[in-house]
């Protein structure tokens, strides 16, 4: 089994920027593909990013392309998404999650673990 938590998510100004972590314990692997999707009140969840922990590949959502970084410290077991120029359509519950064997990134069915999630206020 897989544990992960999420910390970091709070209240930030339109423009601002927030910094995302998951840490990872239990039968971890450092071939593992960690992702990060959100879901706003109201809609499905989606995918924001995604990094092999193997190779320190990175896949981004459209929306958040040249504003989100996704990051990898393995030695820690944990996964960071740096958000910057924050918007209100950002705002969401983010969820770190973890597969370990996929055929696509982006698609939420794919990942075998996930943490409680971290809120995302943004105000305008």
């Known amino acids: 089994q897989v544990q992960l938590v999420e910390s970091g998510g709070g209240l930030v100004q339109a423009g601002g920027s927030l910094r995302l972590s998951c840490a990872a314990s239990?039968?971890?692997?450092?071939?593992?593909?960690m992702g990060w999707f959100r879901q706003a009140p109201g809609k499905e969840r989606e995918f924001v990013a995604a990094i092999i922990r193997s190779c320190g590949s990175t896949y981004y959502a459209d929306s958040v392309k040249g504003r989100f970084t996704m990051s990898r410290d393995n030695a820690k077991n944990t996964v960071y998404l740096q958000m910057n120029s924050l918007k209100p359509e950002d705002a969401a519950v983010y969820y770190c999650?973890?597969?370990?064997?996929?055929?696509?990134?982006?698609?939420?069915?794919?990942?075998?673990?996930w943490g409680q999630g971290t809120k995302v206020t943004v105000s305008s």
């Open positions: 999650a973890g597969a370990s064997r996929w055929t696509s990134v982006t698609t939420a069915d794919e990942y075998d673990y």
């Open positions: 239990g039968r971890t692997s450092s071939s593992y593909c």
